[in-house]
């Protein structure tokens, strides 16, 4: 029996030498897997050859060459090996954007651009919002590039700051060890990304200046999304933040592949998930997006986008969490009476709040330079004010006011009477707290 092509035409049967060597396909494939998993890239890349000879036609041999490559970390070799063979009508977009990635992870932005032009060339719809991605990408690329012709800087090597629990719960957990407890069972671990700071215009002189509320929402946000899945049935969460030096790092173009190799291989255990996202402010005017990757098989899963000014962050934002936990299947787990968890009503504020209190959190620790520090307590004081039902807000601002007086640093008297004040509430008798209770007594 002959099937039909596209075209009409008859589609003739394989000869036996094609179809001994589809039938071989998969554990082939399976076996270069290993390899790389083994770091035998020579290996690897032999039975990628040898594959490559006989099924280079075939987008979904390369689409999962080019993933089990960038899994893995080796972001040239997929260059190396499909950029001589894809062809953008035969293999279509699914190679083609991991091709793409590999260019942008390699800052070949001329080649990353014509691939571009080819994708947008295909037509497809539901491709638009992520070739646009890509394109914003691009161009920032082309920038940098022409901005490194005039400025010479030292080569900086980025580290990622693993938060595993809840922020504030590191200045409360020697008085108060019941507030939160690690979930517990078979979980998914899922790391929320640093959100890369799209529009800069020198990422490195940036990352060494104080504090804006714009730099604040790209290491906020990964806090505030790893803090609602650590109260989830399902997920054991961290936040990635990165530095270098005694500085934070800003990421002035979104998460490469070798950003998520570096993560996944520096979490014990390795990921399942990784949400990236891209924050851009116009005068304003914030556009945030964010993705959704399986690491197994580096592929993305699922984009969100939020678009937002000062007066609309708040529903906006609550939006894009409700968006997010749902599609994770976020789930309440089973906790102790003490463990009081709540969306905050007012969640920029919040968030503002989580980048202002890291900031104390890692210098107090000696990761980051003390003018990293905020100079007052505002950020952590409104966010408490704006959010008077939710216990996360009051107890991020109480941390911090009990690590500032650790460090023997001067109370900010309004800060001290309202973390004073709702610690008498209904709220936080609750919770079972007297020895927290008492330090403010």
């Known amino acids: 029996m002959e099937l039909s092509s596209r075209s009409g035409e008859p589609t003739p049967s394989p000869g036996p030498e094609k179809a001994a060597v589809a039938g071989g396909l998969m554990p082939q494939l399976a076996a270069a897997r290993e390899k790389l998993k083994s770091k035998d890239l020579p290996a690897a890349l032999s039975l990628y050859e040898s594959i490559l000879a006989n099924a280079s036609d075939r987008s979904d041999v390369l689409m999962t060459i080019s993933a089990d490559l960038g899994t893995n970390g080796y972001v040239q070799e997929i260059i190396e090996l499909l950029a001589p063979r894809y062809d953008v009508e035969r293999h279509g977009a699914p190679a ?82 019941l507030l939160w407890t690690r979930p517990t069972g078979k979980l998914r671990r899922v790391a929320f990304a640093q959100c890369a700071l799209l529009g800069l215009e020198n990422s490195a002189v940036s990352a060494g200046q104080s504090e804006n509320l714009t730099v604040q929402l790209c290491r906020g946000l990964p806090l505030w999304l790893a803090e609602t899945f650590s109260y989830s049935a399902g997920y054991a969460p961290v936040a990635a933040i990165g530095t270098f030096g005694d500085h934070y790092a800003v990421f002035p173009m979104e998460w490469t592949a070798e950003n998520l190799r570096q993560l996944n291989d520096s979490t014990e255990g390795g990921l399942d998930y990784v949400v990236t996202g891209t924050l851009r402010n116009r005068n304003d005017d ?43 299947e976020w789930t309440a787990r089973p906790a102790p009476a003490q463990e009081v968890y709540s969306i905050p009503t007012s969640p920029l ?93």
């Open 96 to 177: 083609g954007i991991n091709l793409l990635q590999a260019y942008l992870v390699t800052r070949n932005a001329e080649a990353a651009q014509h691939l571009l032009d080819l994708l947008f060339s295909l037509g497809r719809p539901e491709l638009e919002a992520r070739l646009v991605g890509f394109s914003n990408a691009v161009s920032e690329l082309f920038i940098s590039e022409t901005e490194a012709e005039h400025t010479t800087e030292p080569e900086k090597k980025i580290s990622l700051v693993s938060i595993s629990k809840p922020l504030w719960f590191y200045g409360v957990e020697a008085l108060a060890p």
């Open 349 to 441: 504020p919040y968030i503002l709040s989580l980048g202002a209190a890291l900031s104390f959190f890692l210098s107090d620790k000696g990761v980051l330079a003390a003018s990293h520090q905020p100079t007052d307590l505002t950020a952590l004081l409104l966010a408490a004010q704006a959010n008077p039902a939710n216990s996360t807000a009051q107890f991020t601002l109480i941390a911090v006011l009990l690590r500032l007086a650790d460090l023997g640093r001067a109370n900010e008297p309004a800060a001290f009477l309202h973390a004073q004040s709702w610690l008498t509430s209904a709220a936080a008798q609750s919770c079972q707290i007297p020895d927290l209770q008492a330090k403010f007594n």
């Open 286 to 328: 914030f556009e945030l997006s964010m993705r959704i990757w399986e690491v197994k098989k580096f592929r993305e899963l699922k984009t969100f986008s939020a678009r937002w000014t000062p007066t609309s962050g708040d529903s906006a934002l609550l939006l894009l969490q409700e968006q997010l936990c749902k599609y994770m």
